[in-house]
């Protein structure tokens, strides 16, 4: 090794990731397994080479004189590691990193910029990766060897970005982790499947288009990219100065009043009661250096445009990047036409994705030729060509491009520069359609009913005709090895590419039965909503529901346009209340609500449940007027229909609306008369919550014995009913109870086992009530505790858009003011500190 400062060294430095908490979790087994570790590193090292020349902890630091006898060692290194079975089960990430650069060998050890290079890439790497500054890349890698570009990331203490590259080498994991860069901006980019194939003079272009500009829209035609590039220019800008690069994927978004409240969510924005969406994103992105990326904005370009127009006259500083088969039109916008890929590009893309799809594949002097004819035949659109590259399980290249020849000269007369550019993918998908058999094409046609995808026991409720299941199953498998339907091995879900779905209804729309099919989506999800309400629903109706968002969302819309689908959308609207409202989705909640009852039709008694729900909802998010107007049209068509239940449901809701606005006779009066009736239904459920409500009552006005008594009742009614939502609300009454006599202990333990349940169930509206009281505990031993709790309810309230009732404020206020006190300025910090958790750590903090 050199030992003058001009002497250029590569560098391999390695580290076991996360070797503290092993210590702390596996003592016994990590204190066996460390020798054999350096001893297998070791051995790497000084096979290929390099000498050790110093240890740091579990890791090594290597010196080599060529970059490719260090790289070796680093893939020997960790093939070695994968052969070990450690003690215990143990597992041992080790990461690593090369750089190169001149250093200066002083007694044994090295000194210079490229070891705090090493120093800082090995910070940033996974576990089991091995990452390379560029100046550390070899010449010739070792065979098997290939170098996966992962852009430049600024690296702590370094002025200027480093180019990284990630060692691959089918012996190793794909490991397609970001590094952990510390530096990079905020962002909320996905990791893409696959590597970007060409495209460099179009990153470049797109990136000085805007660094000259502030709105540039990429347009072309479905498949041809625009997506991927658009990422590949968002992620080129992770290390410059900025506040922040964040996509909104606007696909389902089928409602063009929902494309703010889209983009409100992609930045983590809250609702909050009286501002709109748009008003948020604005609010938040003012004073911001940042990136917005508007994807597929073909199906709400009005809305789209509005709002980017809006956004750049508000934001100073602010740039948006849109796809969309067509430009928003508006003053200052650049478009840039997404190109195909060149020829040489094209074929190097359908040889990847055939070898992905047929890992026997090779591009060969044999097939080469075809390749460039497939290539060619399809324009070079990359979505055409990965659905061409599907064929090759079945078909030789030679094969397919005999079959495209003959389907182009149908399509376009045999002329074959007369096909209009738009209809590329069109045609390409034509020939994909043309492959499947009659019952394929009805299947593809009737999935394009589906947004966000759809689990499997939905097919044949939506799409079936009375067929065996099997046969159905058979028909989708079908489809998705033909590529027309993507499923997600994770999940279990199907779904359909875009550009897939939006040619599938338009067949579905030539066959005819698209309001039949609808229909029985509709139908699927109504019955969705009712199988999933509580208490029969559990946690695993909040599930569904969760994951059906997209599919509900266009059930609902569907309303506005089938004849017969205002009756249904209205019973749907009306079932999911309750899930808007404990997912916190107050504004979306009230918004399709309000929509469904303004249309004509509807059973009576579901448009007197919406207005029940909606009531509930504007109570949440502080509308009160609202709420009282609608409770009391919902208790009048309950009494003009005789049902008692639902009479009772309505006059309960008037009383806890009277019992926040501090009208506590006139919500004594609506509640006794709640029980009253309630003796007639002989709802046990109806009776223990109308019990909790009449204890809200007594403890406002200072009968705290007899809102104890109450309590007890309906605790003991909700379990026994396993009402586990009442028994929630039960338990957290009686802990502030508990915490006005004096007794902390009980308190904690009730709160903490009303949190439990609320969070079994998944009811996300009741953890701040639990959070304040904790708080409330808190106040006078933990000050600081008691902060942080209240910080973290508040920013719940604020994400859930749920004021804080004005009669939990003055027990709130009364019961923190020692803390406050004792913190003085320190108050706000720690508020802010607890604001800034996220859900998961505030519900530790609370049970800590």
């Known amino acids: 090794m050199a030992g003058h400062a001009d002497s250029e060294v590569t560098f391999l430095f390695t580290d076991i990731q996360g070797s503290t908490r092993l210590w702390e979790s ?10 054999e570790h350096e001893a ?5 090292v000084e096979a290929a080479g390099g000498i050790v020349f110093k240890t740091l902890g579990d890791g090594l630091c290597a010196a080599f004189t060529e970059p490719a006898d260090a ?16 003690p215990d089960g143990l ?22 910029s490229p070891l705090n290079r090493a120093a800082r890439l090995l910070a940033v790497a996974q576990g089991d990766q091995v990452l390379l500054a560029e100046l550390a890349v070899p010449a010739v890698p070792p065979d098997g060897v290939t ?25 190793l994991p794909d490991d397609r982790r970001r590094p952990l860069s510390l530096d990079e901006v905020p962002n909320n980019l996905p990791v893409p499947a696959d590597d970007l194939v060409g495209r460099q003079r179009e990153l470049n272009e797109v990136a000085s288009l805007l660094r000259a500009g502030r709105l540039v829209t990429l347009t072309g035609v479905g498949g041809t990219g625009k997506t991927r590039l658009a990422l590949a220019v968002a992620a080129e800008q992770l290390v410059a100065d900025g506040d922040g690069i964040w996509l ?6 089928a409602d063009p009043d929902l494309v703010a409240g889209a983009v409100a969510t992609s930045l983590g924005l809250k609702e909050e009661p009286g501002r709109d969406a748009l008003a948020a994103v604005t609010a938040h992105l003012a004073g911001q250096s940042a990136l917005l990326v508007l994807d597929n904005c073909e199906h709400v370009i009005h809305a789209a445009a509005l709002l980017a127009e809006a956004l750049l006259r508000g934001c100073p500083a602010l740039r948006v990047l849109v796809t969309s088969r067509e430009a928003l039109g508006i003053a200052g916008e650049v478009t840039y036409p997404v190109p195909s890929l060149g020829l040489d590009e094209a074929v190097e893309l359908l040889a990847r994705r055939a070898a992905a799809v047929s890992p026997g594949f090779v591009l060969s002097e044999a097939n080469r030729e075809a390749a460039a004819e497939v290539c060619r035949r399809l324009d070079g659109i990359p979505l055409a060509l990965e659905l061409a590259a599907a064929r090759v399980r079945s078909m030789t290249l030679p094969q397919l491009a005999q079959r495209l020849d003959q389907r182009f000269r149908l399509l376009t007369g045999g002329s074959r520069t007369a096909l209009p550019r738009q209809r590329t993918l069109q045609a390409l998908i034509d020939w994909s359609y043309d492959l499947l058999d009659a019952d394929e094409r009805q299947l593809l046609a009737r999935l394009s009913v589906f947004a966000g995808g759809w689990p499997l026991e939905a097919v044949a409720a939506v799409c079936g005709d009375g067929d065996e299941d099997w046969e159905l199953l058979d028909r989708l498998a079908g489809l998705v090895d033909k590529s027309l339907v993507v499923h997600d091995d994770e999940t279990g879900r199907d779904r359909l590419l875009e550009t897939v779905r939006q040619y599938a209804a338009e067949r579905l729309l030539e066959q005819g039965g698209v309001e039949q099919v609808r229909d029985r989506h509709l139908g699927w999800c109504l019955e969705l909503a009712r199988r999933a309400e509580p208490p029969m629903g559990g946690d695993e109706g909040l599930r569904r529901l969760d994951d059906e968002q997209d599919n509900l969302r266009a059930a609902l819309a569907w309303c506005d346009v089938a004849s017969a689908g205002a009756a249904l959308g209205l019973a ?15 504004a979306e909640g009230r918004q399709q609500l309000e929509q469904a009852l303004a249309r004509d039709g509807g059973a009576p008694l579901d448009r007197a449940r919406a207005r029940n729900e909606l009531g509930i909802l504007c109570r949440l998010l502080g509308d009160a007027p609202a709420a009282r107007g609608q409770q009391l049209e919902a208790l009048a068509c309950y009494r003009d229909l005789g049902d008692r239940r639902g009479e009772v449901v309505a006059l309960a809701n008037l009383g806890i609306l009277a019992i926040d606005q501090r009208e506590l006779a006139e919500a004594r009066g609506y509640l006794e008369e709640t029980q009253r009736l309630s003796a007639e239904v002989g ?55 508990a915490l006005r006599r004096g007794d902390t202990e009980a308190a904690t333990t009730l709160y903490r086992r009303s949190l439990a349940l609320r969070v079994a169930l998944g009811h996300r509206a009741g953890y701040p009530e639990v959070l304040e009281g904790l708080a409330m505990i808190a106040a006078d031993s933990a000050p600081e505790r008691a902060a942080r709790l209240v910080g973290a309810a508040t920013a719940l309230r604020r994400e859930l858009a749920m004021p804080l009732p004005e009669r939990w404020q003055r027990d709130l206020d009364e019961a923190l003011a020692p803390a406050r006190a004792v913190l003085g300025e320190r108050w706000v910090a720690h508020v802010a500190e607890g604001g800034g958790l996220a859900a998961d750590e505030a519900l530790d903090l609370a049970v800590s």
Do not use: K
Request: glycine content about 10%; charged content about 20%; proline content about 3%.
């Open 26 to 35: 596996h003592a016994q087994a990590m204190a066996a397994a460390l020798p």
């Open 40 to 44: 297998r590193l070791r051995q790497a």
């Open 71 to 86: 790289l070796r060692a680093a893939l020997d290194g960790q093939r070695a590691l994968r052969a070990v079975v450690w």
């Open 91 to 112: 597992e041992l990430p080790t990461r690593m990193a090369l750089s190169r650069g001149p250093a200066e060998l002083r007694d044994g050890d090295y000194f210079g």
């Open 147 to 171: 170098l996966r570009d992962l852009g430049r990331h600024r690296l702590r203490d370094f002025r200027l970005p480093e180019r990284i590259f990630q060692l691959v080498h089918a012996d």
């Open 248 to 253: 909104t994927e606007l696909a389902a978004v």
């Open 572 to 586: 749907l609207a009306g079932l999911l209340g309750w899930y808007w409202a404990a997912r916190g989705m107050l």
């Open 683 to 737: 709802d046990r459920h109806v009776q223990c919550a109308l019990l909790n409500n009449l204890a809200s009552v007594l403890y406002d006005t200072g009968d705290l014995a007899s809102a104890e008594h109450l309590l007890g009742e309906s605790v003991a009614i909700a379990e026994q009913e396993g009402d586990q939502g009442t028994l929630a609300a039960g338990l957290a009454n009686l802990g502030l109870l």
